[in-house]
């Protein structure tokens, strides 16, 4: 089973300013199968990032995902204020399919 | 458009049973991974369950194995989780997604259903 740990818990930034959010698995992922999702409040969360680094349809190019192996980044350039949120890192590549605990993204 | 609307939430008893639906619309249902995942309130989300497009794959979390069970209805576009021996511990809104073709990332999901397992 492969455990994800994200780092930081929180952080918090203002509008502008770049994010780095870390993603790191217990195992190496196979494939690169990771994805991140943004989840604001009452709301389902959204895919961001899949494949590591392949953006999803619609989620603009500020938003970039790098990485490989056990070792996974999200970067978002410039925070918009529609940003902040919850982050989750999520390996699907083998079973059980599990997500990170996630990075709330909080207005400094 | 792709859509995705979850039903049969509610609250049960402990040791109590559920079926959850999610009705889909917008996309050749029978092409996809199909998925569940759950977020207990105030908490982050968990994967419960995914089956593949023609159905011959089941993944099921070590937490429900054994009591919720994955299925799928290509005629009704639709995907199920049966929920048995139901435990406070499965409180939860429950989110139906879906996967891809070749990727199984999740890239759409419904809004949830709420279920709420308490005495």
């Known amino acids: 089973e ?20 870390s993603c790191r698995g217990s195992q190496s992922v196979s494939s690169s199968n990771l994805a991140w999702y943004q ?5 389902a969360p959204r895919l961001l990032i899949y494949g590591a680094s392949s953006r999803a349809t619609g989620i603009p190019e500020r ?24 982050y989750y890192c ?15 993204v909080g207005i400094k | 458009e792709v859509q995705l609307v979850e039903s049969g939430g509610g609250l049960v ?8 639906s999610c009705a889909t619309s917008g996309f ?5 991974s199909m998925n569940w995942v759950r ?39 639709s995907l199920y989780l049966q929920m048995n021996s139901l435990r406070a511990e ?3 809104v429950y989110y139906c997604a879906r996967g891809g073709t070749s990727d199984w990332s999740f890239g759409y999901w419904g809004q949830g259903t709420l279920v709420t397992v308490s005495s």
């Not at chain 1, 390996?91 to 599990?98: E, L, N």
């Not at chain 2, 008893?13 to 959850?20: A, E, V």
């Not at chain 2, 050749?28 to 996809?32: K, P």
């Open chain 1, 2 to 21: 492969i455990v994800l740990t994200q780092s930081p818990g929180t952080l918090s930034l203002s509008p502008g300013e770049r994010a780095t959010l």
């Open chain 1, 39 to 43: 989840q604001k409040p009452g709301q």
């Open chain 1, 63 to 86: 938003f970039s995902g790098s990485g490989s192996g056990t070792d996974f980044t999200l970067t978002i350039s410039r925070l918009e204020p529609e940003d902040f949120a919850v």
């Open chain 1, 90 to 104: 999520q390996q699907y590549g083998s079973s059980p399919f599990s997500f990170g605990p996630g990075t709330t």
């Open chain 2, 13 to 20: 008893k402990p040791g109590g049973s559920l079926r959850l």
């Open chain 2, 28 to 32: 050749t249902f029978s092409s996809y």
């Open chain 2, 39 to 77: 977020q207990a309130p105030g908490k982050g989300l968990e994967w419960v369950s995914s089956i593949s497009a023609g159905g011959s794959f089941i993944y099921e979390a070590d937490s429900v194995k054994g009591r919720f069970t994955i299925s799928r209805d290509s005629a009704k576009n």
């Open chain 2, 90 to 92: 499965d409180t939860a």
